[in-house]
């Protein structure tokens, strides 16, 4: 036997075994699987709708796909397949959905002046009162992404249009001046506020000037804050050094468990509960819902709300060399 080729042979044979076991390994986790499944329905059901542009179930192909690009967010990506819908069938019964997915995507692109006509279009054409709940809450998905990229003229604009909507409605109306009203902070002085923190010492937000200040509104029960918060301490870490201070606002019952959580997670900036501090601070600043985010410059005006993620770093980065 040429012991050469068997070796040779050998590490062929281990080296396709490996390569199986990579290609069948196991997805990280069910949320993965359910983003590839999505992702391969997503594909078929358009190549579907570009092959059979006539085929009786359209409109429902179109509903499932339309359902699942919104669901993730896949909004950039599928703006054609919306576009081709509201060409051909201008009065579809999923046109609403087409819509959303055509506003967003140029929300996405930072289209917004293009996404705010659309959006408009789209609220002036719901002709049913039970569509309120529908337009409130793509309402807030709009407003909330404008306000993320600093548009708040927009996210104004979006909240005057649903409140001129449905002008009987008591919930519209209530939110929309509650959203008016936090917009119109942007660019005021921030509250000069003086509270108390979790360890008993006083903080004044006045002291803080010079710096930038990120005054962040959250509970350890709220998802979406836990999530963001990895994102948060790593921007903490990269422009502390270079004049950024966090200032939290836990909105939990108890301040014990406000302690512990922080403690256990070892969280280094100013930490208060709103219950606790000695001054209402949800009231000061006027916050609607968490999370709830505000971002004061070094002269204590505000300048920016609701910023996390991709769009924290990119603002502070425009504004803060980041330390070493």
Same mark, same amino acid.
């Given at each position: 036997?040429?012991?050469?080729? /068997?070796?040779?042979? !050998? ?18 986790? +069910? ?10 329905? +997503? ?21 499932? !796909?339309?359902?699942? +690009?919104?669901?993730?967010?896949? /909004? ?39 996404? !705010? ?9 719901? =002709? ?32 005057? =249009? ?84 966090? +200032?939290?606002?836990?909105? %939990?019952? =108890?301040?014990?468990?406000?302690? %512990? ?5 070892? #969280? ?7 219950? =606790? ?12 819902? #968490?999370?709830?985010?505000? !971002? ?29």
């Amino acid at each position: 036997m040429d012991l050469r080729r /068997f070796g040779m042979a !050998l590490l062929a044979s281990s080296a396709l075994v490996t390569d199986l076991r990579a290609q069948t390994a196991a997805p990280e986790s +069910v949320a993965e699987i359910q983003n590839r499944h999505d992702r391969s329905l +997503v594909r078929e059901l358009g190549e579907y709708l570009i092959k059979n542009p006539k085929a009786e179930d359209r409109d429902q192909a179109y509903a499932a !796909l339309f359902n699942k +690009v919104i669901e993730h967010d896949w /909004f950039a990506e599928n703006q054609e397949a919306a576009e081709r819908y509201l060409k051909e069938s201008p009065d579809g019964p999923v046109k609403s959905l087409a819509q959303v997915i055509t506003v967003m995507g140029r929300a996405k692109a930072k289209q917004f002046p293009e996404a !705010l006509a659309r959006y408009q279009e789209l609220i002036q054409g719901l =002709t049913l009162a039970e569509q309120e709940e529908f337009a409130s809450s793509f309402s807030e998905t709009f407003a909330a992404a404008a306000v993320a990229a600093g548009e708040i003229g927009t996210a104004a604009q979006v909240y005057q =249009t649903l409140a001129a909507k449905f002008p009987e409605s008591a919930a519209v109306k209530q939110r929309a001046e509650a959203e008016l009203g936090r917009l119109a902070r942007v660019g005021k002085p921030a509250p000069n506020i003086e509270a108390t923190d979790v360890e008993g010492k006083t903080v004044r937000l006045a002291s803080l000037r010079g710096k930038y200040v990120l005054v962040d509104f959250w509970a350890t029960w709220c998802t979406p804050n836990i999530v963001e918060l990895p994102r948060l301490q790593e921007a903490y870490k990269k422009y502390h050094a270079a004049g950024l201070e966090i +200032v939290s606002v836990s909105l %939990d019952d =108890t301040r014990t468990a406000v302690v %512990d959580f922080v403690k256990a997670r070892k #969280i280094p900036w100013i930490q208060l509960h709103n219950t =606790t501090a000695g001054v209402d601070l949800v009231e000061a600043f006027g916050v609607a819902s #968490i999370p709830a985010t505000y !971002l004061i410059d070094p002269q204590g005006t505000i300048i920016r709300l609701d910023l996390r993620g991709g769009s924290l770093d990119e603002a502070l980065g425009n504004l803060i060399k980041a330390g070493g």
